[in-house]
């Protein structure tokens, strides 16, 4: 009789238990997914599986192309338009240009894109296309350059100067072709340092190292007769040699009016005449006008990639 009672009294224990479940389900409407999570919790929770920022050698970048799918998945209700951040575009847009200055610089690549986020994000200034390291004029405002690769140029300058620690200074004499000093010589001319002849910048370096060809020059990787106070001036490698060239011309000489070939000869490469007056070598005229004859022929444009593409840049 006992035992009768107890499972009596288990029962409606048990109808009650599964009545108070049902008005609690219907009461307060969760709905539970086939994982065993509630809608709710997965809603809230889905911005942790999408990555919104990356660590790039102990620089965080934005993912914008996942901000971009998690707007999407957000549905039409409200636009947002999310930008990359402009120094991550301009990194993209100029990388070919700032590899290969990074290797004539003798600096190494990955420590100049972190520089140049740190560069971004300290700096409360404008952020200027031609300007990449933020630097500043005697008013302490950021400096617009003619074109970007010369702002990218000034740039390493600026970077190697405050880093000289991280330059790698091993000489890789030069024995390639005179046709990529030639092109160096172009490009410089035509996209950095543009208020040099290019036709007169080629001249000049043809009539010192015999159109690029002499062995002992380009070993030092000096094309155009630089000397110091040790004989001629080694260079780390044939790019950095050709960009002290034209940046000696268009600072010493262009920049200070001296821009023709009788001008430059008389700094240049100077005589006297019977007078004893100060004049350029005839013998040396003779060579860059000659010179200039050649490369008044020449194609004298040229891209970033036709440096490239030759794949001779020091691997330094």
């Known amino acids: 009789m006992e035992t009768n009672k107890a499972s009596r009294v288990s029962w409606k224990h048990i109808i009650c238990c599964l009545i108070l479940l049902v008005i609690f389900v219907l009461t307060v409407g969760v709905h539970i997914n086939a994982e065993g ?7 809230d929770s889905s911005s942790d599986t999408v990555p919104l920022r990356i660590n790039y050698n102990g620089v ?3 993912n914008t192309e996942a901000v971009k799918n998690e707007v999407e998945l957000a549905g039409p209700k409200e636009e947002v338009t999310v930008n990359a951040r402009e120094v991550d575009s301009y990194i993209t847009t100029y990388a070919d240009e700032l590899e290969f200055f990074a290797k004539t610089f003798g600096v190494d690549y990955e ?3 972190a520089d140049l986020h740190e560069r971004y994000d300290s700096s409360e200034l404008e952020f200027e296309s031609t300007n990449i390291g933020f630097l500043l004029n005697s008013e302490n405002k950021v400096k617009t350059y003619s074109s970007v690769e010369y702002g990218i140029v000034e740039y390493f300058y600026d970077y190697v100067e ?3 620690g991280k330059v790698n200074k091993k000489r890789v004499a030069y024995s390639g072709d005179a046709s990529y000093v030639e092109n160096l010589i172009i490009y410089y001319t035509t996209h950095i340092y543009t208020n040099v002849d290019t036709k007169v910048a080629l001249s000049i370096g043809a009539a010192e190292s015999g159109y ?3 062995k002992y020059m380009l070993r030092c990787n000096n094309i155009y007769g630089g000397m110091s106070s040790k004989g001629l001036i080694k260079y780390r490698n044939i790019e950095y040699g ?3 060239y034209i940046r000696l011309l268009s600072k010493n000489y262009y920049g200070k009016g001296i821009n023709t070939v009788s001008k430059i000869g008389r700094v240049y490469c100077p005589t006297y005449d019977n007078s004893g007056n100060k004049i350029a070598s005839p013998h040396w005229m003779n060579l860059v006008n000659t010179a200039i004859k050649k490369y008044s022929k020449y194609n ?4 970033i990639q036709d440096l490239v593409e030759k794949d001779i840049v020091a691997n330094l």
Do not use: E, Q
Request: hydrophobic share 40%; net charge neutral; proline share 4%.
């Open 162 to 164: 405050k880093h000289p």
């Open 111 to 113: 420590d100049i894109l």
């Open 37 to 43: 999570y509630a809608d709710d919790a997965v809603a």
């Open 212 to 214: 690029y060809k002499v």
């Open 242 to 244: 050709v960009l002290s």
């Open 300 to 303: 004298l444009t040229n891209t």
């Open 60 to 62: 965080i970048r934005y």
